[in-house]
């Protein structure tokens, strides 16, 4: 498994340098740059902007610096816990953003990703919490009113957008009821309506996905076995068909939670949330160069290494799949 | 706290959701009865900021915050934005325009209590000149002060012999290049004139370099009358009272609160949650509810800015001036204001905003849809037939701009039997395309960075980096400068007045409307006056009971 799991990982590598070099180089062949404004910028001041930034480089040394700056050049993953900035515990400089002169992206992303974190687990919570549940119950009471009610939930928790559900909550418990505030990231209670909002779409996912798989295995010949012996349902569904029933369910989840970590636009926006998400859209429009791409990096890291974890939990849920 | 019937009815309506949508009386939570209203005030400010340097930002989102925590030599008038005795007492001009002497206040200090001096001064516009600082609003200065531009360009090596001199601690003199009448307009509404305070900036790195920390809270030292207490990214930022500013009696508010939402749908509900006190826009889609059930929260006020065409003049059909003038005069700008903006805009027939500073353009679009018809046919193209395509390219991120592109289009159609294809870009996009030259008919804005008609009229002069249109008029290029040398304001605008005639005549933009800022204010914000440039000096607001 060890030789896997490094074999992934050395395979990373060449993934991550196409991602940053794509990013890299598309993002200088769209019209517009970081000082494009209404106002123009006279030429004199182009000319000294272009000279610190050292965009008046070739590109391609501006793209070698830049790399150079990305590779790790120490290990200190302690320094991690403090903070949480790469540039101490790894080396990898993200440099100051083009936006927000006064901040380096490491500290953006060591700023923000925390909250899209708390944000990403409640709501990885509340999706578990709703769609497990609903999707076992689907599954076990198949074609009656109860799997068609859950069903019908799950369904519309798919389609309703989450700009549409968090408003409405909004409207509902921060404006007629005055439980909430109406939008911040202040205090736990600001916590409670972004998660529901953003869980409940997950939750919707994860109940459909569970209920798939939990038909497919409980038409298994071994839970027929389990039932012949004697066992009560309580037991055939925990006990024996859990472990099938939840394998597209980690499937799922892999990418998905590498999306709800690094944070959702639509959420954040609709709740004044200071996350990673707004920063990955935003940095675009704003043609911010360094911060696309360590949000761009952030993220890709993010996704490679929840598949591979998607892919070892596989093989250990499923006696069918094997490492090779 | 919400009252109990209220509770309970909102309680009823949670209970079916779909008739709280219906909307219920219960509106907001009322706030305690007798306990005194905290001078807070908290306003909603667009987007996080950039930095609270001065000498490195450039929006209105910064300056909200600055105007806060930086004074200027001239402040602004709350009412109408004249220059009054800011950091400095008073000031003489010498009879050529060409020197300012500034008399600073003997009580001056920065909010960490240090004295702030004249030389003060020198090492702000220093470091703001210095070219590797490559400050963006620099020109600012570099326009009018002598040496300024050379050294900003690192041709002049030696400060000294730029027009900034301190022959004591409480003496400024600044010598110009050429007579600039609005001088002290710019130093009383814009930052980039502040002082900075260079010593404190030289603890946390070079002075000239961008993004040091020493605009974070706790390092910041300001000579506003507010200091920065807290700076959450992308949350809030709040000031407090400084007691060291020299006029630290009038301020009122005990601190500011700036919340960067960038989204007008969720400002709009934390005003009504009572979260906001003030807004930094408003939905258009809401005016008409908040006309009939709020007006006293609704503000609309006149904005010193216009919303108009860039025409390419380089290009046919438009390196024809009758056939801009055509369809500039085909336009029905009353009806654009009244169905399709609907927030109080004033339809535009000049280029000038009238009223700034005093100056009306007396030069008017006039002859209508007769006249534009006759325009065309006489420049070969009766009826708009033999009209090449044509294409009015605008920026998706406001959605106003295609309601009003889809308007003007008909009208074209309609008047002219001009067809003209809608193209619509990404802003930056956009912003490229106008400047590089790559459009025919572009929307285009511009709000004023001080209140003066000159700041209209200089960006249609020959090689003005914003004049997008590359119209070029040795006639007004003569005017724009001889309006600098006149020997007084009606003289000036007397020139003016040539001026906008020209443009008419000529029209190498097509004026639309003049902006109103549209937002929601609590009824309990006082001091907070219509101003044309929407700023409002701080330290005349309070909150009433």
Same mark, same amino acid.
């Given at each position: 498994?060890?030789?896997?799991?490094?074999?992934?990982?050395?395979?990373?590598?060449?993934?991550?340098?196409?991602?940053?070099?794509?990013?890299?180089?598309?993002?200088?062949?769209?019209?517009?740059?970081?000082?494009?404004?209404?106002?123009?910028?006279?030429?004199?001041?182009?000319?000294?902007?272009?000279?610190?930034?050292?965009?008046?480089?070739?590109?391609?040394?501006?793209?070698?610096?830049?790399?150079?700056?990305?590779?790790?050049?120490?290990?200190?993953?302690?320094?991690?816990?403090?903070?949480?900035?790469?540039?101490?515990?790894?080396?990898?400089?993200?440099?100051?953003?083009?936006?927000?002169?006064?901040?380096?992206?490491?500290?953006?992303?060591?700023?923000?990703?925390?909250?899209?974190?708390?944000?990403?687990?409640?709501?990885?919570?509340?999706?578990?919490?709703?769609?497990?549940?609903?999707?076992?119950?689907?599954?076990?009471?198949?074609?009656?009113?109860?799997?068609?009610?859950?069903?019908?939930?799950?369904?519309?928790?798919?389609?309703?957008?989450?700009?549409?559900?968090?408003?409405?909550?909004?409207?509902?418990?921060?404006?007629?009821?005055?439980?909430?505030?109406?939008?911040?990231?202040?205090?736990?209670?600001?916590?409670?309506?972004?998660?529901?909002?953003?869980?409940?779409?997950?939750?919707?996912?994860?109940?459909?996905?569970?209920?798939?798989?939990?038909?497919?295995?409980?038409?298994?010949?071994?839970?027929?076995?389990?039932?012949?012996?004697?066992?009560?349902?309580?037991?055939?569904?925990?006990?024996?068909?859990?472990?099938?029933?939840?394998?597209?369910?980690?499937?799922?989840?892999?990418?998905?939670?590498?999306?709800?970590?690094?944070?959702?636009?639509?959420?954040?926006?609709?709740?004044?949330?200071?996350?990673?998400?707004?920063?990955?859209?935003?940095?675009?429009?704003?043609?911010?160069?360094?911060?696309?791409?360590?949000?761009?990096?952030?993220?890709?890291?993010?996704?490679?290494?929840?598949?591979?974890?998607?892919?070892?939990?596989?093989?250990?849920?499923?006696?069918?799949?094997?490492?090779? | 706290?919400?009252?109990?019937?209220?509770?309970?009815?909102?309680?009823?309506?949670?209970?079916?959701?779909?008739?709280?949508?219906?909307?219920?009386?219960?509106?907001?939570?009322?706030?305690?009865?007798?306990?005194?209203?905290?001078?807070?005030?908290?306003?909603?400010?667009?987007?996080?900021?950039?930095?609270?340097?001065?000498?490195?930002?450039?929006?209105?989102?910064?300056?909200?915050?600055?105007?806060?925590?930086?004074?200027?030599?001239?402040?602004?008038?709350?009412?109408?934005?004249?220059?009054?005795?800011?950091?400095?007492?008073?000031?003489?001009?010498?009879?050529?325009?060409?020197?300012?002497?500034?008399?600073?206040?003997?009580?001056?200090?920065?909010?960490?209590?240090?004295?702030?001096?004249?030389?003060?001064?020198?090492?702000?516009?220093?470091?703001?000149?210095?070219?590797?600082?490559?400050?963006?609003?620099?020109?600012?200065?570099?326009?009018?002060?002598?040496?300024?531009?050379?050294?900003?360009?690192?041709?002049?090596?030696?400060?000294?012999?730029?027009?900034?001199?301190?022959?004591?601690?409480?003496?400024?003199?600044?010598?110009?290049?050429?007579?600039?009448?609005?001088?002290?307009?710019?130093?009383?509404?814009?930052?980039?004139?502040?002082?900075?305070?260079?010593?404190?900036?030289?603890?946390?790195?070079?002075?000239?370099?961008?993004?040091?920390?020493?605009?974070?809270?706790?390092?910041?030292?300001?000579?506003?009358?507010?200091?920065?207490?807290?700076?959450?990214?992308?949350?809030?930022?709040?000031?407090?009272?400084?007691?060291?500013?020299?006029?630290?009696?009038?301020?009122?508010?005990?601190?500011?609160?700036?919340?960067?939402?960038?989204?007008?749908?969720?400002?709009?509900?934390?005003?009504?949650?009572?979260?906001?006190?003030?807004?930094?826009?408003?939905?258009?889609?809401?005016?008409?509810?908040?006309?009939?059930?709020?007006?006293?929260?609704?503000?609309?006020?006149?904005?010193?800015?216009?919303?108009?065409?860039?025409?390419?003049?380089?290009?046919?059909?438009?390196?024809? +001036? $009758?056939? @801009?003038? %055509?369809?500039?005069? /085909?336009?029905? &700008?009353?009806? =654009?204001?009244?169905?399709?903006?609907? !927030? #109080?805009?004033?339809?535009?027939?000049?280029?000038?905003?009238?009223?700034?500073?005093?100056?009306? +353009? $007396?030069? @008017?679009? %006039?002859?209508?849809? /007769?006249?534009? &018809?006759?325009? =065309?046919?006489?420049?070969?193209?009766? !009826? #708009?037939?033999?009209?090449?395509?044509?294409?009015?390219?605008?920026?998706?991120?406001?959605?106003?701009? $295609?309601?009003?592109?889809?308007?003007?289009? /008909?009208?074209? &159609?309609?008047? =002219?039997?001009?067809?003209?294809?809608?193209?619509?870009?990404?802003?930056?996009?956009?912003?490229?395309?106008?400047?590089?030259?790559?459009?025919?008919?572009?929307?285009?804005?511009?709000?004023?960075?001080?209140?003066?008609?000159?700041?209209?009229?200089?960006?249609?002069?020959?090689?003005?980096?914003?004049?997008?249109?590359?119209?070029?008029?040795?006639?007004?290029?003569?005017?724009?400068?001889?309006?600098?040398?006149?020997?007084?304001?009606?003289?000036?605008?007397?020139?003016?007045?040539?001026?906008?005639?020209?443009?008419?005549?000529?029209?190498?933009?097509?004026?639309?409307?003049?902006?109103?800022?549209?937002?929601?204010?609590?009824?309990?914000?006082?001091?907070?006056?219509?101003?044309?440039?929407?700023?409002?000096?701080?330290?005349?607001?309070?909150?009433?009971?």
């Amino acid at each position: 498994m060890l030789r896997y799991i490094g074999r992934r990982l050395l395979e990373a590598i060449p993934v991550m340098l196409v991602i940053i070099t794509g990013t890299f180089f598309m993002q200088r062949f769209v019209p517009g740059g970081p000082f494009t404004a209404e106002k123009a910028v006279t030429p004199e001041v182009e000319r000294n902007l272009e000279a610190y930034y050292h965009l008046n480089d070739p590109l391609w040394k501006q793209y070698v610096d830049y790399l150079w700056d990305l590779t790790p050049k120490r290990f200190h993953p302690l320094a991690l816990t403090q903070g949480f900035d790469l540039k101490e515990a790894f080396g990898i400089d993200f440099r100051p953003s083009f936006k927000y002169p006064n901040r380096t992206v490491n500290e953006i992303i060591a700023d923000k990703l925390p909250v899209s974190l708390e944000l990403g687990l409640l709501s990885l919570g509340v999706a578990l919490a709703i769609g497990l549940p609903l999707g076992i119950l689907a599954a076990v009471k198949r074609n009656s009113w109860i799997d068609y009610i859950c069903s019908s939930v799950a369904m519309t928790g798919i389609c309703v957008p989450t700009f549409v559900l968090g408003p409405i909550l909004v409207l509902v418990f921060a404006i007629h009821l005055g439980w909430f505030n109406a939008s911040g990231w202040y205090g736990p209670i600001d916590r409670v309506l972004p998660s529901l909002t953003l869980g409940s779409v997950y939750a919707a996912y994860i109940a459909r996905l569970t209920r798939g798989g939990f038909l497919e295995v409980l038409h298994q010949d071994y839970i027929r076995t389990a039932r012949a012996k004697g066992a009560s349902e309580a037991r055939v569904i925990f006990r024996h068909a859990l472990r099938g029933g939840l394998l597209p369910v980690v499937s799922f989840l892999g990418p998905a939670v590498a999306g709800i970590l690094t944070g959702s636009f639509v959420i954040e926006t609709i709740f004044q949330i200071p996350g990673l998400g707004r920063e990955f859209v935003n940095s675009a429009f704003n043609r911010d160069y360094t911060l696309i791409l360590g949000t761009v990096i952030l993220y890709a890291g993010f996704i490679i290494a929840l598949n591979l974890v998607v892919d070892v939990v596989q093989v250990w849920m499923n006696p069918k799949l094997k490492f090779e | 706290m919400m009252s109990r019937p209220c509770r309970f009815r909102a309680a009823v309506l949670a209970a079916a959701i779909g008739g709280a949508l219906l909307g219920s009386g219960c509106r907001r939570a009322p706030a305690a009865a007798a306990a005194p209203v905290r001078q807070v005030l908290r306003f909603g400010n667009s987007a996080e900021p950039q930095d609270l340097d001065p000498q490195n930002i450039q929006g209105i989102t910064e300056l909200n915050i600055v105007l806060a925590l930086f004074d200027s030599l001239v402040e602004m008038d709350p009412h109408d934005l004249h220059p009054v005795p800011g950091q400095a007492e008073s000031w003489e001009i010498s009879p050529d325009g060409l020197t300012y002497t500034f008399h600073l206040r003997p009580n001056l200090r920065w909010s960490n209590g240090e004295p702030l001096t004249a030389d003060d001064f020198i090492q702000s516009y220093r470091r703001i000149l210095t070219p590797s600082f490559a400050a963006e609003y620099a020109y600012l200065i570099y326009y009018y002060v002598q040496g300024a531009k050379e050294y900003y360009e690192g041709t002049l090596a030696d400060f000294s012999r730029v027009g900034f001199h301190a022959p004591d601690a409480r003496t400024l003199v600044v010598s110009l290049k050429q007579p600039t009448p609005f001088l002290l307009k710019i130093i009383a509404c814009h930052y980039v004139w502040d002082a900075v305070p260079v010593k404190t900036i030289a603890r946390f790195g070079p002075v000239g370099q961008k993004g040091s920390h020493w605009t974070r809270a706790g390092n910041l030292v300001g000579s506003g009358p507010f200091l920065l207490t807290e700076w959450i990214p992308n949350q809030r930022i709040v000031v407090a009272r400084n007691p060291y500013y020299w006029d630290a009696g009038q301020v009122k508010l005990d601190g500011i609160e700036f919340y960067p939402i960038d989204d007008q749908n969720v400002e709009e509900r934390m005003f009504r949650t009572g979260q906001l006190d003030l807004t930094f826009d408003f939905l258009p889609n809401k005016l008409d509810t908040y006309r009939r059930d709020h007006p006293d929260e609704l503000r609309i006020d006149p904005w010193l800015g216009i919303y108009y065409y860039n025409l390419n003049v380089t290009q046919p059909p438009f390196n024809d +001036p $009758r056939v @801009r003038r %055509a369809f500039a005069l /085909a336009i029905d &700008r009353e009806a =654009l204001v009244k169905d399709v903006m609907r !927030g #109080g805009q004033v339809p535009a027939y000049a280029a000038s905003y009238p009223g700034t500073s005093g100056y009306v +353009p $007396r030069a @008017r679009l %006039a002859g209508g849809v /007769a006249e534009a &018809r006759r325009l =065309l046919a006489e420049a070969g193209f009766p !009826g #708009g037939r033999g009209l090449p395509p044509i294409e009015l390219l605008y920026n998706t991120n406001v959605a106003y701009n $295609r309601a009003m592109a889809e308007a003007i289009q /008909a009208m074209w &159609r309609q008047n =002219l039997g001009a067809a003209v294809t809608l193209t619509t870009q990404e802003w930056k996009v956009y912003l490229d395309s106008m400047q590089t030259g790559h459009y025919q008919i572009a929307r285009a804005g511009w709000i004023a960075d001080y209140a003066d008609p000159h700041v209209f009229l200089e960006i249609y002069g020959t090689g003005n980096g914003n004049n997008y249109t590359r119209w070029s008029n040795p006639e007004y290029d003569r005017l724009l400068d001889r309006a600098l040398h006149a020997p007084d304001e009606a003289a000036r605008y007397e020139i003016y007045q040539q001026m906008d005639a020209i443009l008419v005549r000529e029209c190498p933009v097509i004026p639309l409307f003049y902006y109103t800022k549209t937002y929601a204010i609590s009824p309990k914000v006082q001091g907070w006056w219509p101003t044309l440039l929407d700023e409002h000096p701080y330290k005349y607001v309070y909150l009433k009971n």
